[in-house]
């Protein structure tokens, strides 16, 4: 099985731009987390929300055919 790194990498250009995180986005994260541990826990939570985000998208498109 390939690394968690390994996969992250493979994912990154697949991310549909809806769903990514924007450079703003980042800083804010960044800006607002008291230190390293707090932005990982934080990014991941927004990754979970833009997840959530693409399932229900995805739901409703279903839902119209």
């Given at each position: 099985?390939?690394?968690?790194?390994?996969?992250?990498?493979?994912?990154?250009?697949?991310?549909?731009?809806?769903?990514?995180?924007?450079?703003?986005q980042m800083e804010e994260i960044k800006n607002n987390?008291?230190?390293?541990?707090?932005?990982?826990?934080?990014?991941?939570?927004?990754?979970?929300?833009?997840?959530?985000?693409?399932?229900?998208?995805?739901?409703?498109?279903?839902?119209?055919?």
């Amino acid at each position: 099985m390939k690394n968690l790194m390994q996969k992250i990498q493979d994912t990154q250009g697949a991310i549909n731009n809806h769903y990514s995180m924007s450079w703003g986005q980042m800083e804010e994260i960044k800006n607002n987390s008291e230190g390293t541990l707090a932005i990982i826990v934080n990014s991941f939570a927004f990754g979970y929300m833009q997840g959530v985000k693409a399932a229900k998208a995805a739901g409703r498109k279903v839902a119209k055919l």
